[in-house]
């Protein structure tokens, strides 16, 4: 089974609790060319706060994707293209593996399981709120993230690997190293893209940039730089084959 995320190079997180910058509308985010917007963050996330950003973009004809943090922000909506769930390959405790997940599934399933997909998380910043809460191991080599990359492949057959840097821009030798691992599945990269440069750069490794805080930091025009770099990234890739 392969999803259109094999097709992106650049995804758009919005975190429904923050804020956009003065003047732009949900108009102008789903105008930045990004392939896909995917909602959701890690802390203070409450249902309302996410039905009111998918409504916003709903009329929009960008992919739309919930990301939630926990089984209680899962919302129903016919605007929504997907569920994209997070399981977090180096956490500390099984919960954030499959335990969440079983809860949700103990008490809302049977889920809609055609549009649900997971995302095996590999969390790398240590002072990222997504490390804290799930007491990721951060100390991975290189080696440790191809490692975790092939099983997360070829043992438990995720369609997408997510090396994840949220706040800070990442090593891109353990990103080269989790894409040299893999064969089939979509290696996402999020973190401390914040300009063209950074996102050409890791474009370079990644399938696909997913670029998170510039939005409500700086802005839509700041954000479809990003969209360039990734794009150009990937055309020169095809023209050098
Ligand atoms: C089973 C269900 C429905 C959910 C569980 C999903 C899991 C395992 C969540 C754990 C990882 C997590 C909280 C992912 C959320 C997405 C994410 C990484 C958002 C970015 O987070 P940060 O940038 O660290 O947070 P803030 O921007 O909110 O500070
Ligand atoms: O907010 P930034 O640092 O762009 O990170 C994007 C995303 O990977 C967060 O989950
Ligand atoms: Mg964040």
Redo the contacts with the bound molecule.
């Keep these: 089974m392969t999803g259109p995320w094999t097709e992106w190079d650049h995804v758009l997180?919005v975190d429904p609790d923050k804020d956009l910058v003065e003047g732009e509308t949900f108009e102008d985010v789903c105008a930045t060319g990004t392939d896909a917007i995917e909602i959701?963050?890690t802390l203070d996330i409450t249902t309302e706060k996410m039905q009111r950003v998918v409504d916003a973009c709903a009329k929009y004809d960008v992919p739309l994707y919930q990301e939630p943090s926990n089984p209680g922000v899962v919302i129903e909506s016919d605007h929504l293209d997907g569920y994209l769930i997070p399981t977090v390959f180096n956490a500390d405790s099984s919960f954030w593996v499959t335990g969440a997940h079983k809860e949700w599934v103990r008490i809302d399933g049977p889920l809609d399981w055609e549009r649900t997909t997971t995302e095996a998380y590999i969390v790398l910043n240590p002072e990222?709120s997504?490390a804290e809460l799930t007491e990721a191991d951060t100390e991975q080599s290189a080696d440790d993230v191809a490692s975790f990359a092939a099983v997360a492949e070829k043992m438990f057959g995720q369609e997408i690997i997510?090396v994840?840097?949220?706040?800070?821009f990442g090593d891109t030798e353990k990103v080269a190293a989790a894409q040299d691992a893999l064969d089939d599945s979509t290696l996402f990269?999020?973190?401390?893209?914040?300009d063209y440069d950074a996102a050409y750069e890791m474009g370079k490794h990644a399938d696909t940039i997913?670029?998170?805080?510039?939005l409500h930091d700086e802005g839509v025009d700041a954000v479809r730089e990003t969209v360039e770099g990734v794009n150009d990234a990937h055309a020169e890739q095809l023209e050098a084959e």
């Design positions: 997180k959701g963050g990222a997504v997510y994840e840097y949220s706040g800070m990269y999020g973190g401390g893209i914040r997913v670029v998170g805080d510039l």
